[in-house]
Nanobody
Framework: EVQLVESGGGLVQPGGSLRLSCAASGFTFSRHGMGWFRQAPGKERETVAAVTWSGENTYYAEPVKGRFTISRDNAKNMVYLQMNTLKPEDTAVYYC??????????????WGQGTQVTVSS
């Protein structure tokens, strides 16, 4: 079965940084693009970043461009999200999933528990 385990979230002051990690299993990790998604209270889940299977190409949602960096380690079945210059509006639960580049959005219907990121002073 597909398993996605997010970690690295926490409470950080505005302007601070966090590095999120996603441990994936149950599928051929290196053959899938991967993405990070987030959902804030009262809002729809949104894609924040994605990376192709090889790591060659990346995508970032406009609100996080220049601040977030997605990367992956296929040898470890891990995907990361380095988040810098965090803003209160970044507060959300962050999830990872395989990413479908041609159609957009997540590949698998099952989600992990996510990791909470709270940006507040």
């Amino acid at each position: 079965e597909v398993q996605l385990v997010e970690s690295g979230g926490g409470l950080v002051q505005p302007g601070g940084s966090l590095r999120l990690s996603c441990a994936a299993s149950g599928f051929t990790f290196s053959r899938h693009g991967m993405g990070w998604f987030r959902q804030a209270p009262g809002k729809e889940r949104e894609t924040v970043a994605a990376v192709t299977w090889s790591g060659e190409n990346t995508y970032y949602a406009e609100p996080v461009k220049g601040r977030f960096t997605i990367s992956r380690d296929n040898a470890k079945n891990m995907v990361y999200l380095q988040m810098n210059t965090l803003k209160p509006e970044d507060t959300a639960v962050y999830y990872c999933n395989a990413y479908q580049g041609s159609q957009g959005g997540e590949v698998f219907g099952s989600w992990g528990q996510g990791t909470q990121v709270t940006v507040s002073s």
